[in-house]
């Protein structure tokens, strides 16, 4: 793991925490962008809303069809079967 992977942050007031240049250099990550922040098994993870979207698709939607494509074909095979 390259060193821009670990760094040492610390908690100030108001719960801010500054993100290292290299952190922010190797994530690309500019002034004012958003981040999506959760905690997963004790660790406090921070995505890109894109990020977030992508892994939730693969997760929720078979074989990369839209959400609006599954529920046409769901409504189909409904429709079929009547």
């Given at each position: 793991?390259?060193?821009?992977?670990?760094?040492?942050?610390?908690?100030?007031?108001?719960?801010?925490?500054?993100i290292?240049?290299e952190l922010?250099?190797?994530?690309?990550?500019h002034?004012?962008?958003?981040?999506?922040?959760?905690?997963?098994?004790?660790?406090?993870i921070?995505?890109?809303?894109?990020?977030v979207?992508?892994r939730?698709?693969?997760?929720?939607?078979?074989?990369g069809?839209s959400?609006?494509d599954?529920l046409?074909?769901?409504?189909r095979?409904?429709a079929?079967?009547?």
């Open positions: 793991m390259s060193s821009a992977e670990h760094k040492e942050v610390r908690v100030q007031g108001q719960g801010r925490v500054v290292p240049a922010r250099q190797a994530m690309n990550l002034e004012g962008e958003r981040l999506i922040a959760r905690v997963d098994d004790g660790r406090l921070l995505e890109r809303r894109a990020d979207r992508r939730l698709m693969a997760l929720f939607v078979a074989d069809a959400p609006v599954e046409i074909r769901e409504r095979e409904a079929a079967s009547e």
